[in-house]
């Protein structure tokens, strides 16, 4: 394992999926080379710990990253704002950026736990395979919550251990139930003690070209596990809510809405319809691409060609519904309102 070289000219970005990795993972190398760091945050950060709401959450999140960026004094920095937990689905988000421009690359890898953490590299691969830029730089991985297995490069951290900690201490929602500067700590003497370094602490990275073509790209079933765990999100919510007395059928009401379309007839749309059957809530139709599946259903479900673009319309599909709020709109449908938002109390 040889020691991680930054030279002085070195334009560095980071790549974090949450605010909040990148200094958990590549904290000593932001604190040692600030001025030469960008840093870009995929995700919102919404889906955190602790029970905030995602609206609230994601927000104290960004002020927390922007917090942090002040005080180190980076070069630049920015967050892209993709919803927590569907990195999966926006593949492309990186291919806007100039990574000719950038001499080295962190990012998390490929065999990171996370999905978000493993979508994160996905990307870098997908924007470098795209880019016409000859210079493609150097790529190392970080490890955030599964530790890498074939780490080539170390750093020192010995000196700005304390630093780090504080650092990710700045962002003080998230060590409810899962304390980082603890977790970083531990790991950065680990990895001195395994690399017989004792008494050290550092942190280890795993170099990566990425030129090579390489088979790593997300399996179907990864991809439905991502759609669960996001429908699981909105599952709890959903109990916490009616739990506390609250029902989506209030939100409606309070917005003046009385009739609705459902858009998606899968099983969140069933119980939304049970939810609402005993309310003054009028369930216009239920619209689904499977409509004749549903013939001899109680339910009238029709297709969208069909629907009256008029009637206010909620969406139960979750992990698709920005696809959907564009079909939508180009149906002429301007009130359109998505069963996660009502949950979470987000506005149209």
Not at 337 to 348: A, M
């Amino acid at each position: 394992m040889k020691a991680l070289d930054i030279k002085d000219d070195d334009r560095i970005l980071i790549i974090a999926p949450h605010p909040d990795d990148e200094c958990i993972g590549p904290g000593g190398v932001l604190l040692m080379h600030a001025k030469q760091c960008e840093v870009i945050v995929l995700t919102d950060g919404r889906q955190g710990q602790g029970d905030i709401a995602p609206e609230k959450e994601k927000q104290i999140r960004k002020q927390e990253f922007k917090n942090e960026m002040k005080r180190l004094k980076v070069g630049s920095f920015s967050m892209l704002d993709i919803e927590d937990g569907t990195l999966l689905s926006h593949m492309d988000c990186l291919t806007e950026v100039a990574f000719g421009e950038y001499s080295k690359i962190f990012v998390t890898g490929i065999w990171d736990g996370h999905p978000d953490h493993k979508a994160a590299f996905l990307c870098v691969k997908e924007a470098v395979k795209k880019t016409t830029s000859e210079r493609i730089p150097e790529c190392y991985l970080y490890e955030v919550h599964t530790p890498l297995q074939s780490p080539t490069h170390f750093l020192d951290i010995s000196g700005v251990m304390e630093e780090k900690g504080e650092l990710i201490r700045i962002h003080k929602s998230q060590l409810k139930d899962l304390p980082y500067d603890v977790l970083a700590e531990q790991c950065a003497s680990y990895r001195a003690t395994l690399y017989r370094m004792p008494g050290k602490k550092i942190e280890v990275y795993e170099a990566v070209d990425l030129s090579e073509k390489a088979d790593m790209g997300i399996s179907e079933t990864e991809i439905l596990l991502q759609k669960e765990r996001v429908n699981g999100w909105v599952l709890k919510r959903w109990v916490l809510r009616l739990l506390e007395g609250a029902r989506i059928s209030g939100e409606l009401s309070g917005k003046g809405i009385m009739k609705i379309y459902l858009y998606g007839y899968g099983e969140l749309g069933k119980l939304l319809i049970k939810e609402l059957s005993d309310t003054e809530i009028k369930i216009e139709a239920v619209i689904d691409r499977r409509a004749e599946q549903f013939a001899d259903d109680e339910m009238t479900v029709i297709h969208l060609e069909k629907a009256d673009c008029r009637i206010p319309v909620v969406v139960t599909a979750i992990y698709e519904y920005t696809d959907i709020e564009k079909r939508l709109e180009a149906f002429g449908f301007d009130k359109i309102y998505s069963l996660r938002g009502l949950l979470e109390g987000v506005g149209d």
